[in-house]
C-alpha cells in the first residue's frame, strides 16, 4: 500500500471522504440480500419473505462481541496511512533540513520501504498469543508518534534514514497483525471487516498531507543563492516528480535543478511533525486501555477476558497457534509441514503472486503516474498533472467504501475477478488512448476503483483456502511489500532507458499475468480441496471396515 504522493487534498475532499466513512461504516451492518446467512434465513421463514432488514443481525452480533478489539485495529491502521503518507510532500522540507543532496535524501524512501517489508515478516512472530498481539501493536504504534516527534530533531539524513526504517518496521509489523487478527477474530466473515480495516490506511493517508500542506516551503528553504522568479512553481512540479522515486536513480531530476545544501535554513516543517505527533497518540492509548481492559499486563493475576468470552471458540484458536507459529521462518517449521500436500505450499506461493503484483501496480502506478502525464505525449502542464495521484487515492477509498457492501452481496472469488479483470480493461484502454487528456482522468479514477479491494479480499480467501490455519497473511503482507518496492523499481528504470510509453506497458503485461496467477490459484484450490475430500474419505472408509474385520 504507497500512499505518499497525497500532495493537494483540499479540506472539502476530505470532509467528503469522512461523511462517505461513517455512512460506510452503517452500511457495513445493512443488507440488501440475506441469502449468505442460513440463522437470517431461518429467521425469513418464521416472519416471511422480506429483501431488506435495517441490522444484519449475524454481522451486528459478531461486531459487538469484537468491538473493542475489532476498533482498535481499525484506529492502528489509520495510524498507518498517517505515517506512509508525510514523505512525498515534505521530502524537500526534509531535504533542507538534513542540508542533503537530493540523490541522498531519496534513500530515506528505501530505508522506509525496505524495512517496511521487513517488519511484515517479523510481524508473524507476535501472533502468537493476544497479549504478544497487542503489546506488539501498542509499541509500534507509539514508535511511530514518537519518530513523528524526533524527526525535526533529525539534522543529518543518515539519522533521518534510520528514523524512517524504524518507523517502517513498525507499520510493517501492524500492517500484518492487524490483518492476523481480524481474520482470527471472524474468520469467514472477515473481509466486510477487512474492507473498513484498510479504509481506515485511506483515511490516514488523507489526514497526514493536510496537516503537512500549511508548513510546506513554497520557495527554496535553504538561502543560498539568488532566487528565480519561477522557483514556487519549480518546488511544485519536483515534489510531484520526487513520488514514488525512492528506488530509482534521480540524475535526469537532478540535472534540471539547483538545489543548495548550504544556507539559512527556512522551513517550518516541524510543527507538521509534531501535529501528527500529537494526532497519532490516541492510537496507542487505546491499544493501552484494550490491554488493560482484557487483563493482559504480566502484574495482572486473573485469565484475559477474551477467553472467558469464547470458550466455544478455544478449540480453533488453539488449532490457528499450533499451525502458525511465528513469521516467515515459522511457516518451514518441519513438524507442521511435512505432511502437507504440494498444493497447500502452492496455495501460500499463488496467493502471494498476486498480491506481489497487484500492490506492485498500485505503487508504481502512483510513483510514475506524474511522470507520465508531464511528458510526451501527454504534456499536461505541472498542476493538472499533480492531482492524477489525488485522484487515484480518492478512487481507492471510495472503492474500498463501496466493497464494504459488495462483500456482503458477493463472494471474494467473483469480486477479485471482476476487479482483475477491471485493470485489464482500465490498462488497455490506457494503451489505447495514451493521447487522450480526458481518459487519464478516468483511466486513473477506474483503476482506483478496480483495484482497491484485492488485497482485503485476497487476505479473506487465501486464509479461508487453508482453513485459517498456517500464516498466509504474514505471506501475503509481506509478499505486497516487496511487490510494491521490486516493481516500483523495474517501472522507474524502463522509464529511464525506454521512455514513458513503458509505463503503461509493464502495468499492462503485470496485470495480465497478476489475472493468470489469480486462476491458476483457483485451479490449485480445486485440486486442493479434492485431494483432501479424497484423503477424509478414505480415512472414513478405513474407519468403518476397521470393526467388520475385527
Not at 429467521?43 to 443481525?57: I, K, L, N, P, T
Not at 451486528?60 to 489509520?78: E, G, I, M, N, Q
Not at 518496521?169 to 492487524?178: K, N, P, R
Not at 511489500?481 to 506497458?505: C, D
Request: charged share 10%; hydrophobic share 45%.
Amino acid at each position: 500500500m504507497q500512499a505518499s504522493q497525497l500532495r493537494q487534498p483540499t479540506i472539502n475532499n476530505f470532509r467528503g471522504f469522512v461523511v462517505g466513512a461513517r455512512r460506510g461504516l452503517l452500511i457495513t451492518f445493512v443488507s440488501i440480500k440475506l441469502d449468505g446467512f442460513p440463522l437470517l434465513n431461518s429467521s425469513r421463514a418464521c416472519h416471511g419473505d422480506y429483501e431488506m432488514m435495517f441490522v444484519d443481525d449475524l454481522v451486528w452480533a459478531l461486531f459487538k462481541r469484537h468491538w473493542r478489539h475489532t476498533l482498535t485495529y481499525w484506529s492502528v491502521f489509520f495510524s498507518f496511512g498517517l505515517c506512509i503518507a508525510f514523505l512525498g510532500p515534505t521530502i524537500l522540507d526534509l531535504r533542507c533540513q538534513t542540508q542533503s543532496t537530493l540523490q541522498e535524501i531519496t534513500w530515506v524512501f528505501f530505508a522506509q520501504q525496505f524495512f517496511l517489508m521487513l517488519g511484515s515478516a517479523l510481524g508473524g512472530l507476535f501472533k502468537k498469543t493476544l497479549r504478544c498481539a497487542l503489546s506488539a501493536l501498542f509499541v509500534s504504534s507509539l514508535v511511530i508518534s514518537v519518530v513523528f516527534a524526533i524527526i525535526p530533531l533529525c539534522h543529518h539524513v543518515l539519522m533521518l534514514a534510520v528514523a524512517m526504517a524504524i518507523s517502517g518496521t513498525a507499520m510493517g509489523v501492524i500492517d500484518t497483525i492487524a490483518n492476523q487478527q481480524l481474520v482470527k477474530l471472524y474468520q469467514k466473515d472477515s473481509a466486510v471487516f477487512l474492507q473498513v480495516l484498510h479504509l481506515f490506511t485511506g483515511l490516514g493517508a488523507l489526514v497526514s498531507p493536510l496537516v503537512a500542506d500549511p508548513f510546506l516551503s513554497e520557495e527554496s528553504c535553504v538561502l543560498g543563492g539568488n532566487m528565480t522568479a519561477n522557483s514556487s512553481t519549480d518546488l511544485h512540479h519536483l515534489r510531484s516528480s520526487l513520488a514514488g522515486k525512492g528506488t530509482t536513480p534521480l540524475h535526469n531530476v537532478s540535472n534540471h535543478y539547483h538545489l543548495h545544501t548550504e544556507g539559512i535554513i527556512t522551513t517550518n516543517i516541524s510543527y507538521a511533525f509534531w501535529i501528527m505527533s500529537f494526532i497519532n497518540l490516541p492510537v496507542p492509548l487505546a491499544v493501552y486501555l484494550l490491554m488493560y481492559r482484557e487483563r493482559l499486563f504480566p502484574c495482572s493475576n486473573q485469565s484475559p477476558r477474551l477467553l472467558d468470552k469464547e470458550k466455544n471458540s478455544e478449540k480453533n484458536q488453539q488449532d490457528h497457534n499450533i499451525q502458525g507459529r511465528g513469521g516467515l521462518l515459522g511457516c518451514c517449521n518441519y513438524g507442521d509441514v511435512k505432511d502437507r500436500p504440494a498444493s497447500y505450499f502452492l496455495l501460500y506461493i499463488l496467493g502471494g503472486a498476486v498480491l506481489f503484483i497487484t500492490d506492485g501496480i498500485i505503487g508504481s502506478y502512483t510513483g510514475f503516474i506524474y511522470t507520465y502525464a508531464v511528458s510526451p505525449p501527454l504534456s499536461l502542464p505541472h498542476k493538472m498533472a499533480g492531482y492524477l495521484t489525488s485522484v487515484f487515492w480518492a478512487s481507492v477509498t471510495t472503492g474500498r467504501l463501496a466493497s464494504i457492501y459488495l462483500s456482503y452481496r458477493y463472494t471474494q472469488q467473483r469480486l477479485i475477478n471482476v476487479s482483475l479483470v477491471g485493470v485489464i480493461v482500465v490498462q488497455c484502454l490506457l494503451l489505447i488512448l495514451y493521447s487522450s487528456h480526458v481518459f487519464i482522468f478516468m483511466g486513473t479514477c477506474m483503476l482506483g476503483l478496480f483495484i482497491s479491494s484485492v488485497f482485503p479480499c485476497m487476505v479473506a480467501l487465501t486464509e479461508d483456502m487453508v482453513n485459517y490455519k498456517g500464516c498466509v497473511t504474514t505471506v501475503l503482507v509481506t509478499s505486497a511489500g516487496t511487490g510494491e518496492m521490486v516493481l516500483q523499481l523495474l517501472t522507474g528504470q524502463l522509464i529511464h532507458s525506454k521512455g514513458s510509453y513503458s509505463f503503461l506497458l509493464v502495468g499492462m503485461i503485470s496485470s495480465c499475468i497478476g489475472f493468470t496467477v489469480f486462476l491458476g490459484l483457483l485451479y490449485i484450490q480445486h485440486l486442493h480441496r479434492s485431494s483432501q475430500a479424497a484423503k477424509r474419505a478414505s480415512k472414513e472408509i478405513a474407519m468403518t471396515e476397521k470393526p467388520l474385520s475385527e
